[in-house]
């Protein structure tokens, strides 16, 4: 179901938006395969991942949404639970101990993904080395 956020001054963010998704459903592929917003609280960065959670929705497009504020066994669980939701049997044997980046290539083993990261704290060291071991393997993975 469509929201009815509006966007004031985010025209350029929806083009990336369109953009991104027209390359990943007739290339497969994203030329810059990270794209990043970013600002102060309460400028709409969590309302534009929701405009692209509808875009995932529209195009049947698989997406996993995570909080990077979590700590790993939190993180990895969340990532966990929604792979769960495009497979009906178990993705891996032992899905519960994998790790977030073997999940999720299996999932890339199908097609394009979209992840989506949330309250990323560029001051926080220890969350930024999460997420850029996660997209350092996938990018690599995935080419």
Known sequence: MPSFVSFVNRVSELSLIEEAFSDLLYKQHLNTPIIDFYGVEGIGKTSILTKVIEKCDENTI???????????PQFSKKIQEQIKRY???????DAEHAEPVELLRALL???????????????????LL?????LRELILYNK
Do not use: C, F, W
């Not at 698989?62 to 700590?71: K, L, T, V, W």
């Not at 083993?109 to 992840?115: F, I, Q």
């Not at 999460?130 to 996660?134: D, G, I, K």
């Open 62 to 72: 698989p997406y996993i949404s995570a909080d990077a504020d979590q700590d790993l």
């Open 87 to 93: 497979y009906k049997t178990n993705i891996l044997k």
């Open 109 to 127: 083993e199908r097609g394009p993904l979209v992840m989506l990261l949330d309250a990323v704290d560029t001051t926080n060291e220890n969350q």
């Open 130 to 134: 999460q997420v850029e071991n996660l």
